[in-house]
């Protein structure tokens, strides 16, 4: 059994996503602890011994026996966390299902080749060092985003209410944060977008999860500072 879960966290970055997923599951009973990315909190030796990534979210799980694991992957740990708690029904139940193959396809399209676009766009727009920055690079994802992603989401959400049908489900956890995140940069902006988010903005877990997403600002305030650099 589980003693105690603990979220490594930064408001409105990936580690919402597990944020949201653990109101979704285990409601209040999870603690939290702030990693300043901006302070470089991500780079202390003690972080960086349970998380060689340098990175949030991580979430520490213990469990009653005393043994520990630190887990490094949003998607997984949202994965894992619905898994874990099936009466929430956050998830299509594992076997050989159509339902199950294409949750779990766009749980991970989200959280690899949809998260990849937009990690290029947000480093070269504002985290890298700005003469590491490529223009090119912008163009080139934002556009793969308006002709490929967003027409694949939008097909989806014009027929269902959720991504992958009739009902909410953890892949809505990993593409509802990417499409917040998406927004942010300009990006998802049509209607079907705009009424996907008013839907998923309603669940209280995501309230709860996105109350302190005011504390984020997309600019960091010293990227050209070498100690305040991000390893991107
Ligand atoms: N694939 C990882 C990526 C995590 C990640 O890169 N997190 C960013 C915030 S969204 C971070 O902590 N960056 C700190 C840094 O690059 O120094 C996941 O999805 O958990």
Redesign the pocket.
Known sequence: MIKKLKLYH?PA???ARVRWALYETVGDDFETEI?E?YKGD?YRESYQKKNP?????MLEITMDNGEVMHM????AMVEWLADAFPGKRLAPKPGLFLARADYLQMLHFA?TWM?MML?QVRIHEH?LPTAETDARTIARYRNKMRTEVEPQLAARLDKTPYICGESFSAADIIIGHNVTWARGYQMCQSEVFRGYLSRISKRPAFQKAFADAKAFNPELPNRDHPAGQ???
């Open positions: 930064y970055t990936r580690s990693v990315l991500q990534n340098r990175n949030v979210p490094l992957e949003s998607a959280s998260d990690w985290v991000f390893s991107g």
